[in-house]
């Protein structure tokens, strides 16, 4: 393919893409496929000789649209959102093209130098404390990880990396094995200190966690992958209160914030931990400005060599937005979370199940777990709308999470009528 | 933005996207700019208000490109190829607008089953033996990680569950600290089994190696990160002889394939190492299918609990090239590197340091390292071409990879003519 094929199959790419997002709607969000569904329909092996595209094109809406399920539906309310916009697309397009591998400053400076400047912006934007920001040339700093996992693992590398060489400068001869032996981390039932876990939303209390962890010399580390956007907001800023005791926080972009996946933002109090753990440095990467103290080169922050240049999907989201367009954003998500709260409350055969702070709404329906599990059995098998469930002390129960970009209140309202007409059917069944 | 904004930005970035690479050539391979060159040229924070799309397109020329090194030039022969195509391309476009996070197979059946059988595909390009494909039902199957980072670390973390497990087995009572001390990972100054190591692209001995790990119970991974493309090649599987006596395999399609980054071919023999050490199962990932042993869960093959639908990019790319295509562009730069090779030999003031096998040439004036290095600062200096150097065996080598998908033997003969004359400069100053 040249590059005057390209143009004219790029733009019938982007009319797909933006039919495909305009009509999502009319789309069944949950696929019918059973497992195995695809192998039968597509060849053994690749083809010797070049396909042709058009057959490539009619083979998305013949074999791969069947068995998508359609997280950007606005009936889509499972998991928690995976976040999509216009912005974000284009700016990856632009990153496709440019294809750089940005381990190194050197590998391509705009790659390192946007994304610091990225996560200062965001940052900001979320209040952090200044001595997360590399702006003022500090010590610490942000940068993109692939996910929260990647974060949570580099910050506990990190974390027994500095605590060995503690403990081995105060014991000589204390061999690694015996250090690690001692180690231990704390955590919940939900991992790490988290801001907004995945079953229900809930918040650890870092006021209380972080001095202890300062006291005792532990590594306190913050997990608040999805609540994480919503700090933008001055009147969900102080969930976050406590950070300033954090020596590393994480949340994700690519889940709320209209940047597409992968964009997992994570940031340092001092980047000499994280770099100390990881320093690769062979010479065919080396270059003349590495040890001038003025760069970063992100591989010693991460564990993959190579990267992408992430960071242009934050700046066009930004800029496109605006940071009123992102909280605007947040808050409608926030409101519709509400709205179905406000209707759960309403039927007395229902319970809310926790506290809806942000766009998450644990509900079940009064009664046993077996019944819950039919609920959801019939929500799902309906295939109207998806959701999956989560355990709270021992009740099963369901998950209702504003997800979709274009997700209005009369889908929320369709929605919660359809989830109590199968209620009704249920009860009217003798369940209980 | 709304769909007929994207509709029109969509277009207009295809435009740009194909300008770029079609005139990639006449931008200088690596820029001028300085550390912090970028963080002035910004606003300090995030607009409030959203900015206009015409500035955002604006300030690509004006503050991103002047920092971009341009791995896709045909001047870029640095490190190693980074992979861009332009099926790869359009596939990310969809891939972007699908945006589902393929964690389990219930996320999105399609994105699970395509990159399982597309594994196969590949697999069988490499002609891998069938105990690494999925297809049979067997034990073995292929996965997409971000990169050979990933999947060596992977590797490591099944084969120290796997040990553990079994010396606990033997030795009730023997906590994992005392059985960590005792592991020991081999490895070469390389790290691993390679095929094609970064530095000259040498090879281990498989047939000698593979036999001894078999033997003594002892996980054997194979990382033919760049090497790997080559196999498709009949010529060049001999190097991939005992792969065999592997328990996992992993080369990188983004880098020599052109399935653009991050797609990094895992294949393991009995998938059952990989999820018995990560599996992972709260309620909220549960689906109906996950006990019928019919389904793949891909979060437990991988670090991230997220994933995109990266096959696409593999279907997209192994449709439009054709297997025979692919052979063709493999063999374009092995015969560029030979050519390259040959003009190094006719200058008795130059010499060969390592064998060529693929698309890597190791060379370096005879004499110093202090006049190599010299060498290599006057070339990286004039910009006209990139290279980057490694040591062998103490001496100071620069590196000529054959990179872009548009070199072509005019670009390499211009290379060289520019190496040679700057050589002649060199030694003019009395340099030796």
Redesign the interface.
Known sequence: ???????R???E??????D???GIEGRQVY?D???????PL?P????????K?E??VSD?EK??????????SPYFFA?FP?????????A???C??????GFS???????T??E??MM???G??LQLPEAFLA?KAGEGGGVIQ?????AT?MSLLAARAKVTKRLQAASPGL?E??V??KLVAYSSDQVVATLGT??CCSFDRLSEVGPICNKEGMWLHIDAAYAGSAFICPEFRHLLNGVEFADSFNFNP?KWLLV???CSAMWVKKRADLTGAFKLD????KHS?QD?G??TDYRHWQ????R?FRS?KL??V????????LQAYIRKHVQLAHEFESFVHQDPRFEICAEVTLGLVCFRLKGSNKLNEALLERINGAKKIHL????LRDK?VL?FAICSRVVESAHVQLAWEHIRGLATDLLAAGME
């Open positions: 393919m040249n590059a005057s094929e390209f143009r199959r790029g733009k790419m982007v009319d797909y893409v933006a495909y997002i305009e696929p496929v059973e497992p195995g569904y695809l192998r597509i053994t092996s690749a083809p010797q000789e070049p396909d595209y057959d490539i998305i074999i791969i649209m069947p068995g998508v399920t359609h997280w950007h998991y995976t976040a999509s916009s216009y912005p974000a697309m284009l990856d397009m632009l496709g093209a440019i294809g750089c591998i400053w050197a590998a391509s400076p705009a790659c130098e946007l610091t400047v200062d912006w965001l900001k934007m702006e692939g996910s929260a996992s990647e693992l061999t094995a015996a690690l032996e995945t079953s690519h597409n996946f992968d062979p010479l065919y990467l400005h001038s003025l760069i564990l993959p060599l190579g992408r242009l700046w066009f930004c800029r496109m937005y605006g940071v009123t367009g999956v469930p989560c355990h099963f998950r």
